[in-house]
């Protein structure tokens, strides 16, 4: 008997232990990968919160514009303008906002067994290219792990060129429930980075602090929150999220085992059978991420009216503890 509870115990703290380790590869961008992000417009609704490993980050409240969205394509280097600069890079990240397919950045990476990092950025208006360049993420993390580095990059802009140097840390400081607009996810893990970073000349120093909060599988983070402070007091805060549609690998979502909602198209009375005990709290949202319904299932009241929305696409969502289904729902 003592065996199997110390068995058991094993057992336990191998979980323990591998759920508080975050991969590169879990997070490593993939060619061929798209990602769209959304730009939030009132930044001062998140609140970075605490540290530990039982955090819950609401980030719910916040609102965005999809004409400010920004898209991304993972991309072989060989396969962008300026690959043969990069002739080491392992993949090439294609970026540009919505509202100008044409306004291109290319930010390339390379890929090794202890880190992957940057080495440069083409763009229209900024070149970047690092002489030292800045660790990305290493092999793995631990909860509570942290890493510092230095670099050197130089960076040109309208042709004039400056040179930079700094140094860093990133810390794994939190794994927890992150809220966002579209549903909950758990088991996120947080990172906050520090960066210091001096200008030769003519000399400045400037301070910057992100936070990053990762889903093991999304490839990119799910929340991204910057704070840039400059040598003359000036302060810019920007945060951007990922967009439902390009969240992949979240072994949270339930499948279609534990919800049945039909029709799908529906018009009118939506019905909705949930397994297991548990009451469910629905959500409908526009596709750019506005919430118009917010209600409590319960097992004997099967149907949701739908009468009143507009005719088009919207997404469902149903938490039934911790388990998260996500659909399209299409009012005829």
């Given at each position: 008997?003592?065996?199997?509870?110390?068995?058991?115990?094993?057992?336990?703290?191998?979980?323990?232990?591998?759920?508080?380790?975050?991969?590169?590869?879990?997070?490593?961008?993939?060619?061929?990968?798209?990602?769209?992000?959304?730009?939030?417009?009132?930044?001062?609704?998140?609140?970075?919160?605490?540290?530990?490993?039982?955090?819950?980050?609401?980030?719910?409240?916040?609102?965005?514009?999809?004409?400010?969205?920004?898209?991304?394509?993972?991309?072989?280097?060989?396969?962008?303008?300026?690959?043969?600069?990069?002739?080491?890079?392992?993949?090439?990240?294609?970026?540009?906002?919505?509202?100008?397919?044409?306004?291109?950045?290319?930010?390339?990476?390379?890929?090794?067994?202890?880190?992957?990092?940057?080495?440069?950025?083409?763009?229209?208006?900024?070149?970047?290219?690092?002489?030292?360049?800045?660790?990305?993420?290493?092999?793995?993390?631990?909860?509570?792990?942290?890493?510092?580095?230095?670099?050197?990059?130089?960076?040109?802009?309208?042709?004039?060129?400056?040179?930079?140097?700094?140094?860093?840390?990133?810390?794994?400081?939190?794994?927890?429930?992150?809220?966002?607009?579209?549903?909950?996810?758990?088991?996120?893990?947080?990172?906050?980075?520090?960066?210091?970073?001096?200008?030769?000349?003519?000399?400045?120093?400037?301070?910057?602090?992100?936070?990053?909060?990762?889903?093991?599988?999304?490839?990119?983070?799910?929340?991204?929150?910057?704070?840039?402070?400059s040598s003359n007091g000036s302060e810019i805060i920007s945060a951007k999220i990922l967009s439902e549609n390009?969240?992949?690998?979240?072994?949270?979502?339930?499948?279609?085992?534990?919800?049945?909602?039909?029709?799908?198209?529906?018009?009118?009375?939506?019905?909705?059978?949930?397994?297991?005990?548990?009451?469910?709290?629905?959500?409908?949202?526009?596709?750019?991420?506005?919430?118009?319904?917010?209600?409590?299932?319960?097992?004997?009241?099967?149907?949701?009216?739908?009468?009143?929305?507009?005719?088009?696409?919207?997404?469902?969502?149903?938490?039934?503890g911790e388990q998260v289904f996500r659909t399209k729902l299409i009012k005829n």
């Amino acid at each position: 008997m003592k065996k199997s509870y110390f068995i058991c115990f094993l057992s336990i703290l191998c979980l323990k232990l591998q759920a508080q380790t975050l991969y590169k590869s879990g997070i490593l961008p993939v060619i061929g990968q798209t990602f769209t992000t959304h730009t939030v417009d009132n930044v001062s609704a998140i609140d970075v919160g605490s540290t530990g490993d039982t955090e819950t980050w609401d980030i719910s409240n916040i609102n965005y514009t999809t004409a400010n969205d920004y898209y991304y394509l993972v991309l072989s280097p060989a396969s962008t303008p300026n690959g043969s600069t990069f002739s080491s890079a392992s993949f090439a990240l294609k970026s540009y906002p919505a509202s100008d397919s044409t306004y291109l950045y290319y930010t390339y990476f390379k890929d090794t067994v202890s880190s992957y990092f940057e080495l440069g950025e083409f763009g229209p208006v900024l070149t970047v290219n690092y002489s030292n360049p800045e660790i990305s993420f290493p092999a793995s993390m631990n909860f509570n792990d942290s890493i510092q580095d230095d670099f050197c990059y130089s960076s040109t802009a309208f042709s004039v060129t400056s040179n930079y140097c700094g140094n860093f840390s990133l810390k794994f400081d939190g794994i927890g429930k992150l809220i966002l607009p579209y549903g909950i996810f758990m088991n996120v893990f947080r990172f906050k980075y520090s960066a210091t970073v001096m200008r030769q000349s003519p000399p400045d120093t400037s301070i910057i602090t992100k936070y990053f909060w990762y889903k093991s599988g999304t490839h990119k983070p799910l929340v991204e929150y910057i704070d840039f402070l400059s040598s003359n007091g000036s302060e810019i805060i920007s945060a951007k999220i990922l967009s439902e549609n390009s969240i992949t690998g979240v072994s949270e979502i339930a499948s279609e085992a534990h919800v049945k909602i039909y029709p799908n198209p529906c018009k009118e009375k939506l019905s909705i059978e949930l397994n297991g005990s548990n009451n469910a709290q629905l959500k409908i949202h526009t596709i750019d991420g506005k919430l118009l319904l917010n209600k409590t299932l319960e097992k004997n009241k099967p149907e949701v009216d739908i009468e009143n929305l507009q005719p088009g696409m919207y997404l469902l969502i149903i938490e039934q503890g911790e388990q998260v289904f996500r659909t399209k729902l299409i009012k005829n």
